[in-house]
Each structure stands twice: as structure tokens, then as C-alpha cells.
């Protein structure tokens, strides 16, 4: 006669913990100021995942890359319209191709800043990471840096490596030695132009995403403030007879760029706009994109979120 089968245990309940046991930790411990490191390869790593974020922006800067280029290459004998000289002669497309294309660039950090910049802080909000960053006592300041470090070398990648490169075909291009060594301070102002455009696509946007929890509201309105607010500058410029205009980052930029590289536009929205409000600008956009995050992120912390002190 076979024994009855045992009966089922009981399903244990929701929420039960566990004890597996405490084993000390015995690893490499890294020093408190490294932490901000861990947040921004975290940060990183996110932003390459999928086509649509870092991937597609990049992708435009390369074509934009290749294409002005080519053109510097195949072109370098014919001149430009609406570009002159210091002489006041026409630019060459050689000489002109490399301020022509900030403009696009400035298309591909936007198009960066509104799919990853924009909705980062507002997304470990609305998620609660933000427990997960206080409860390992990581500090306002780790993670400010670490997001603000992250973006930084993500949007470095469209915003000055590909200004980098043509400038470096440029000096490429060169007719003979003396012409190289006349054309050499285009490569540190083309590495500050690069920067200050860098930190102004990764400030303004994480400023714009520590502003509203909800990731997709302050996509848009980061996407209104530069597109439609900053749009309506130079019409707001021609009418006041002033440099309102150098509040659009856009404007802003294409202004400083033609400064720089002793360049003068004969039409266009930078024409009306002064390269130093233009550099006050931008760099005004900056800090004000700075300090709101880290009022924001401290602010957060002091009221308990995570339960870090």
C-alpha cells in the first residue's frame, strides 16, 4: 500500500526576506572622490544603448563630417558667398567650410541634448534612482559631477571631435609650410569654440531636466526654449535695434564661431548679434544650467530622498 503524499508547503508571502547570510565585503575600496567617475561611465554606457539616443546623433555629425570634407577637398579654389575675409574678400570653401558646418553640428547636439540630456535627471526622479544614489552615501556634488562628466564627453564627441577633424583636414589642405604654420591657431580656437558649445549642450539641458520630474515634459520644453524661444530672438533683435538675439544658443554660437575664425557673414542671424554677448551668453546659459541642477539634486537630498544625510 503506497503512503499518502505529503501535503504542499505553504506559498511563502509577499515581501519575505531572506537570510542568506553577512559576508565582508574584502575588495578594493575605492577612495570618495572616484564615486563621480562610477556615475558618469553609468552615464555613458546608458546613452549608447539604442539607435535613437547617442548613436543616431553621432551618426548625423559623421555624415556632416564626411560631407564638409569633401567639399573643403573638392572645392578648395571656389569661393563663397555671403563669407569675407578680414581683406573683405570672398572665403573659399576651404577656408569657409569649417564655420559653415557649426551650424549642423549645433542640429546634432540638440538632436543629442532633447533624446538623452533633457529627460536624465528628470528620469531618475520620476524613477526613484535617486534612492539608490543617497543610500550608498553618494553625495549631491558625485552625482551633479558625474552626470554633468557623463554628458560632457557624450556630447564632446559631436561638438568637438567633429570640429576637431575638419580642422585638421584643413591644416591638411595646406599649400606650403608657412601656410601651415599661419593656419595652426586654428586648431586651439577651434578646441574652444568645441568647448564652450560642449558645455552649453550639456549644461542647459540637464538644468532643463532637474526643472520638471516627468521626462517627456521637460523634453519639451527644452525643446520650446531653444526652438521656439530662442527662434524669436532675432526677430525681437531687428525690431529692439539691439543684440537680444545672442539669448539663442543657436545664434549664439554661429556669431562666436565667425569671431574666432576672423570671418565676417554678409547675411544671417549671427550678422546682427556681438561675439562677446554671444560668449556672455552662452557662457551665462552654462552656469545658470549648473547651479539649477545642483539646487535641485541638493535640494532633493536635504529632504530626505534616499535617506542619506
Not at 577612495?31 to 549608447?48: E, F, G, L
Not at 549642423?104 to 528620469?123: C, E, K, P
Not at 584643413?170 to 564652450?196: E, I, N, Y
Not at 542647459?204 to 517627456?216: E, H, K, M, Y
Request: one cysteine or more; hydrophobic letters at 50%; proline letters at 5%.
Amino acid at each position: 500500500m503506497s503512503e499518502p503524499a505529503p501535503a504542499p508547503a505553504a506559498a511563502a508571502p509577499a515581501g519575505t526576506i531572506y537570510d542568506l547570510g553577512y559576508k565582508r565585503y574584502v575588495g578594493a575600496r575605492q577612495a570618495t572622490s572616484t564615486r563621480w567617475r562610477v556615475i558618469a561611465k553609468n552615464q555613458i554606457a546608458s546613452a549608447w544603448k539604442t539607435w535613437w539616443r547617442w548613436k543616431s546623433a553621432l551618426a548625423f555629425a559623421v555624415i556632416v563630417t564626411c560631407i564638409a570634407g569633401g567639399v573643403m577637398f573638392l572645392l578648395q579654389d571656389r569661393m563663397v558667398t555671403g563669407v569675407l575675409l578680414p581683406s573683405g574678400i570672398a572665403a573659399t570653401i576651404t577656408d569657409a567650410a569649417l564655420p559653415r558646418s557649426i551650424q549642423w553640428y549645433s542640429r546634432a547636439g540638440f538632436l543629442l541634448s532633447l533624446t538623452i540630456g533633457a529627460s536624465v535627471i528628470a528620469r531618475d526622479m520620476q524613477s526613484g534612482a535617486f534612492t539608490f544614489y543617497f543610500a550608498r552615501s553618494v553625495r549631491p556634488r558625485d552625482y551633479v559631477l558625474g552626470k554633468l562628466g557623463g554628458m560632457f564627453a557624450v556630447t564632446a564627441s559631436i561638438m568637438l571631435a567633429g570640429p576637431l577633424a575638419l580642422a585638421i583636414a584643413r591644416l591638411a589642405l595646406s599649400d606650403s609650410t608657412d601656410h601651415l604654420l599661419r593656419l595652426l591657431p586654428m586648431l586651439p580656437k577651434t578646441l574652444a569654440l568645441g568647448l564652450v558649445a560642449t558645455l552649453v549642450f550639456t549644461a542647459v539641458p540637464l538644468g532643463f531636466s532637474a526643472l520638471i520630474r516627468n521626462p517627456r515634459h521637460a523634453m519639451a520644453l527644452w525643446a520650446v526654449y531653444y526652438l521656439v524661444i530662442g527662434g524669436m530672438m532675432y526677430p525681437l533683435s531687428v525690431v529692439m535695434k539691439n543684440s537680444i538675439g545672442a539669448l539663442d544658443i543657436s545664434t549664439a554660437i554661429d556669431a562666436l564661431t565667425f569671431e574666432l575664425f576672423d570671418m565676417t557673414q554678409t547675411w544671417g542671424r549671427s550678422k546682427r548679434v556681438d561675439p562677446a554677448l554671444a560668449l556672455t551668453s552662452l557662457l551665462g546659459h552654462a552656469a545658470a544650467g549648473i547651479a539649477l541642477v545642483a539646487y535641485k539634486v541638493r535640494r532633493a537630498h536635504l529632504e530626505g530622498i534616499g535617506g542619506s544625510s
